[in-house]
């Protein structure tokens, strides 16, 4: 008699063929209240499109087929270009047709921000690497719009929603993308370390020697440089071509062998003389690129949402099809805990995600710009590290079978610690919030009234908010409880968003287990009063 060797039983299919956007109603509730509401039926249409079996497979072969450096062509000449896989280029024409890169700039309209936020939030659950171009972009917009040469010769190029991977000139592109050089040998995050030099070409114009240890997506059609001028650290506007159609000497020297990520471009290069356009004033470089990263760091809370986002879908639906010990594993005491409290992390990420997006869209209130320059920074260090230990946990639904390159959650697991070290490490954040909390007085203020919305919901945030303000108050010995107060900041946002739009079950479950002393501080640990059945049905509505 003869067996099978080879049938395959008890195996989850793959998650594909729905829509991401439809099966998340935390996203959906969170577009609605933050503004974006008109956007459902475009967000509908590309979550339907991004959750195809297709899709999937062009974030897969993306990274599988990393970017390769021709730095020379056969006859010895520079060429310093990137060549991808045709799976890169077809998710960046996505992503430019969606308007993710500059949709809020070609576009405004009350909610432009909120509604690119959750589209980001969506694209980035099938692949990451293609937003870091994306954002970047997105980022150097305002600083050059204040820029007269660079509004008129660029700006129209970028804002359109195409994607050309051609390298030419900009006057002879369909769409345009830009990326950032900040990072040196020598400095890391102190950017006043920095050793490259810019001189006047007398011509209004500056050439630029020096490295950058770090460079971002190379193939971009230009990108925002920092440089040592005459009056300090300037910001420069360097071009892949230079004005007169001469390539301009940016040298690609290798490409970054990085943890994750893979699919995008990191380099570094040398400056050998290239050509800058000085953006703002010589002197104001930090501040000027700041700007931009502002902006980025806004993504960085986008981006690690959305890879929670995609672990949590990965996990629940392998443990509805995963049976073990004679049942359905999403129907094991411990696993529906555990699976639950990582949804309770999602929905309590989405809503500062969007109320963060939000507060973008109204940057002519001073409240709201206040509170844009405290959350940004604060969201960044909190959502970003709990998105490497929810990858994690992930990745564990799955046991050996997550843990393999071929299935999806290894590949978030990888991706997961770029955006905590990416436009500032988690110290850098966490000292930002104390410039941005001494800078203006009314920061506190405007943050206390926003959390003072939930008060009187629950004991445990009422009580929570009392050590806060106290916490705010102490002056003494701040910077070395930089983090502690980062932290208490953003939990107390994220339960006073679930106590005024959540579900109560949900509110309740997230300040009992973060705020009330239940938590162990890993995931598995909700009280017994948890609504599973709640939580879990919110979890992957794909049905």
Same mark, same amino acid.
């Given at each position: 008699?003869?067996?099978?060797?080879?049938?395959?039983?008890?195996?989850?299919?793959?998650?594909?063929?729905?829509?991401?956007?439809?099966?998340?109603?935390?996203?959906?509730?969170?577009?609605?209240?933050?503004?974006?509401?008109?956007?459902?039926?475009?967000?509908?249409?590309?979550?339907?499109?991004?959750?195809?079996?297709?899709?999937?497979?062009?974030?897969?072969?993306?990274?599988?087929?990393?970017?390769?450096?021709?730095?020379?062509?056969?006859?010895?000449?520079?060429?310093?270009?990137?060549?991808?896989?045709?799976?890169?280029?077809?998710?960046?024409?996505?992503?430019?047709?969606? %308007?993710?890169?500059?949709?809020?700039?070609?576009?405004?309209?009350?909610?432009?921000?909120?509604?690119?936020?959750?589209?980001?939030?969506?694209?980035?659950?099938?692949?990451?690497?293609?937003?870091?171009?994306?954002?970047?972009?997105?980022?150097?917009?305002?600083?050059?719009?204040?820029?007269?040469?660079?509004?008129?010769?660029?700006?129209?190029?970028?804002?359109?929603?195409?994607?050309?991977?051609?390298?030419?000139?900009?006057?002879?592109?369909?769409? %345009?993308?830009?990326?950032? %050089?900040?990072?040196?040998?020598?400095?890391?995050?102190?950017?006043?370390?920095?050793?490259?030099?810019?001189?006047?070409?007398?011509?209004?114009?500056?050439?630029?020697?020096?490295?950058?240890?770090?460079?971002?997506?190379?193939?971009?059609?230009?990108?925002?440089?920092?440089?040592?001028?005459?009056?300090?650290?300037?910001?420069?506007? @360097?071009?892949?071509?230079?004005?007169?159609?001469?390539?301009?000497?940016?040298?690609?020297?290798?490409?970054?062998?990085?943890?994750?990520?893979?699919?995008?471009?990191?380099?570094?290069?040398?400056?050998?003389?290239?050509?800058?356009?000085? &953006?703002?004033?010589?002197?104001?470089?930090?501040?000027?690129?700041?700007?931009?990263?502002?902006?980025?760091?806004?993504?960085?809370?986008?981006?690690?949402?959305? &890879?929670?986002?995609?672990?949590?879908?990965?996990?629940?639906?392998?443990?509805?099809?995963?049976?073990?010990?004679?049942?359905?594993?999403?129907?094991?005491?411990?696993?529906?805990?555990?699976?639950?409290?990582?949804?309770?992390?999602?929905?309590?990420?989405?809503?500062?995600?969007?109320?963060?997006?939000?507060?973008?869209?109204?940057?002519?209130?001073?409240?709201?710009?206040?509170?844009?320059?405290?959350?940004?920074?604060?969201?960044?260090?909190?959502? #970003?590290?709990?998105?490497?230990?929810?990858?994690?946990?992930?990745?564990?639904?799955?046991?050996?079978?997550?843990?393999?390159?071929?299935?999806?959650?290894?590949?978030?697991?990888?991706?997961?610690?770029?955006?905590?070290?990416?436009?500032?490490?988690?110290?850098?954040?966490?000292?930002?919030?104390?410039?941005?909390?001494?800078?203006?007085?009314?920061?506190?203020?405007?943050?206390?009234?926003?959390?003072?919305?939930?008060?009187?919901?629950?004991?445990?945030?009422?009580?929570?908010?009392?050590?806060?303000?106290?916490?705010?108050?102490?002056?003494?010995?701040?910077?070395?409880?930089?983090?502690?107060?980062?932290?208490?900041? @953003?939990?107390?946002?994220?339960?006073?968003?679930?106590?005024?739009?959540?579900?109560?079950?949900?509110?309740?479950?997230? #300040?009992?287990?973060?705020?009330?002393?239940?938590?162990?501080?890993?995931?598995?640990?909700?009280?017994?009063?948890?609504?599973?059945?709640?939580?879990?049905?919110?979890?992957?509505?794909?049905?």
């Amino acid at each position: 008699m003869t067996w099978p060797t080879h049938d395959v039983t008890n195996q989850a299919p793959p998650l594909q063929d729905y829509n991401l956007f439809t099966a998340d109603p935390a996203l959906r509730e969170a577009l609605a209240r933050a503004g974006g509401g008109w956007a459902e039926e475009q967000l509908t249409r590309q979550g339907a499109e991004l959750g195809t079996a297709a899709s999937y497979k062009q974030g897969r072969l993306a990274n599988q087929n990393t970017p390769v450096l021709r730095a020379f062509d056969a006859r010895g000449f520079r060429r310093d270009q990137i060549e991808f896989h045709p799976a890169w280029h077809a998710l960046m024409s996505d992503i430019a047709r969606r %308007g993710l890169h500059t949709g809020p700039w070609a576009r405004p309209q009350p909610g432009a921000h909120v509604a690119r936020a959750a589209g980001f939030i969506l694209q980035t659950q099938i692949e990451a690497g293609s937003m870091c171009p994306t954002t970047m972009t997105y980022g150097a917009i305002p600083a050059m719009s204040r820029d007269a040469l660079l509004a008129r010769d660029w700006l129209p190029t970028l804002m359109r929603p195409e994607y050309d991977p051609r390298d030419l000139p900009p006057a002879q592109k369909r769409g %345009g993308l830009i990326g950032m %050089g900040m990072t040196e040998k020598q400095g890391g995050s102190d950017l006043r370390s920095n050793t490259t030099r810019a001189e006047p070409d007398g011509a209004g114009g500056y050439r630029l020697t020096g490295h950058k240890w770090f460079f971002s997506a190379p193939q971009c059609d230009a990108h925002l440089v920092l440089a040592q001028t005459a009056g300090g650290l300037s910001c420069f506007f @360097v071009p892949r071509w230079a004005p007169d159609g001469s390539k301009n000497p940016v040298l690609i020297q290798r490409l970054k062998d990085k943890l994750g990520n893979r699919s995008n471009a990191s380099s570094e290069v040398e400056f050998q003389g290239a050509w800058g356009h000085l &953006l703002g004033e010589e002197g104001r470089g930090v501040p000027t690129i700041l700007e931009m990263g502002t902006y980025t760091r806004l993504d960085c809370v986008l981006g690690t949402t959305g &890879l929670m986002r995609q672990a949590l879908s990965q996990a629940v639906h392998y443990a509805r099809h995963r049976q073990a010990f004679g049942a359905a594993l999403i129907d094991q005491p411990l696993m529906r805990n555990v699976l639950a409290d990582m949804a309770l992390e999602v929905e309590a990420a989405i809503a500062l995600a969007l109320r963060l997006a939000q507060a973008f869209d109204s940057q002519h209130d001073e409240a709201q710009s206040l509170l844009r320059r405290l959350l940004t920074p604060a969201g960044k260090f909190r959502i #970003c590290k709990r998105g490497a230990e929810l990858a994690a946990e992930a990745m564990e639904v799955l046991g050996g079978n997550g843990y393999v390159e071929e299935d999806m959650q290894a590949r978030i697991y990888r991706e997961m610690p770029v955006n905590s070290i990416w436009e500032g490490s988690g110290n850098v954040m966490c000292l930002d919030v104390l410039r941005a909390l001494g800078k203006n007085p009314r920061t506190a203020d405007a943050l206390m009234a926003e959390l003072a919305q939930a008060q009187g919901r629950n004991a445990h945030f009422d009580a929570h908010l009392q050590r806060f303000s106290a916490a705010l108050r102490d002056t003494d010995a701040q910077q070395s409880r930089a983090r502690a107060l980062t932290h208490d900041l @953003v939990l107390a946002l994220q339960a006073a968003l679930l106590l005024r739009h959540a579900p109560e079950p949900i509110a309740q479950a997230f #300040c009992a287990s973060r705020l009330g002393g239940e938590w162990g501080g890993g995931f598995g640990t909700l009280s017994k009063a948890t609504d599973f059945d709640l939580l879990l049905s919110r979890a992957l509505q794909t049905a």
